[in-house]
């Protein structure tokens, strides 16, 4: 059973608009939160985290939402650029991200159309 | 080393045929983890090191996987008697000290069992 869920496989977005993606998980232990960033043949890049005592958390273009009743989070890119294309990923940990193992979501495949 | 080094990039295997997976980290990096990534799947995680034991190996699918780690430094992820199950993208990341939020990734090794 997956414990954090990316439920869009794909995304498409117009360059210069938003993107928004989505991600939600099940285990309420998971205390911190983190997006990684995929380019074909390359590994996963961090992008952003979030920990459990804040709702949310930006820099720059990227902006994470966290919403702990809900379970869920949510990854804002404004405005979106051509190099954004990539496959993100959503990750959770439950050690306040001191240790240990993330639990990844399956991913997001972001298109942004110039 | 400036990355996290794999190698090989690409390894393709006979079935049954044992196979061994590099993984440089980071130098200093005290913590090391295992990641495989299935076609369609989201990274799931195998092993984690801090330093040369594996306090973490829940995620090791069979007894026929076994990692280990000499020198506090490189890493070989083993597989004896490799199915078709077994091809995946295997993902090593290192970090400073065990934090999720300081993983580094390499780019992976594609595993391919015939």
């Known amino acids: 059973d997956q414990q954090v869920k990316q439920n869009s496989p794909s995304l498409s977005v117009q360059e210069g608009r938003i993107s928004i993606l989505n991600c939600d998980y099940t285990?309420?232990?998971?205390?911190?939160f983190l997006w990684y960033k995929k380019y074909p043949a390359e590994g996963p890049t961090f992008l952003i985290s979030?920990?459990?005592?804040?709702d949310k958390n930006e820099d720059g273009r990227f902006t994470v939402f966290l919403n702990k009743s809900a379970k869920h989070l949510s990854l804002h890119i404004v405005p979106s650029q051509p190099g954004d294309s990539a496959v993100y990923f959503c990750?959770?940990?439950?050690?306040?991200?001191?240790?240990?193992?993330?639990?990844f979501g399956k991913g997001t495949k972001l298109s942004v159309k110039p | 080393g400036a990355g996290v080094s794999q190698s090989p990039s690409n390894k393709v295997t006979e079935k049954g045929k044992d196979v061994e997976l590099r993984c440089d980290p980071i130098?200093?990096?005290?913590?090391l983890y295992w990641y495989r990534q299935s076609l369609g799947q989201g990274l799931e995680f195998l092993i984690y090191?801090?330093?040369?034991?594996?306090?973490?190996k829940s995620g090791l699918p069979s007894d026929r996987f076994s990692a280990e780690r000499t020198g506090g430094s490189v890493s070989t992820l083993t597989i004896q008697r490799t199915q078709q199950e077994d091809s995946a993208v295997y993902l090593c990341?290192?970090?400073?000290?065990?934090?999720?939020?300081?993983?580094?990734f390499g780019s992976g090794t594609r595993l391919t069992v015939v």
């Open positions: 990341a290192s970090s400073p000290t065990g934090g999720v939020g300081g993983y580094t």
């Open positions: 130098s200093g990096h005290t913590a």
């Open positions: 090191f801090q330093g040369n034991s594996a306090p973490d």
């Open positions: 285990n309420s232990m998971f205390d911190y």
């Open positions: 990750a959770a940990s439950g050690r306040g991200g001191s240790q240990g193992n993330l639990i």
């Open positions: 979030i920990s459990s005592i804040k």
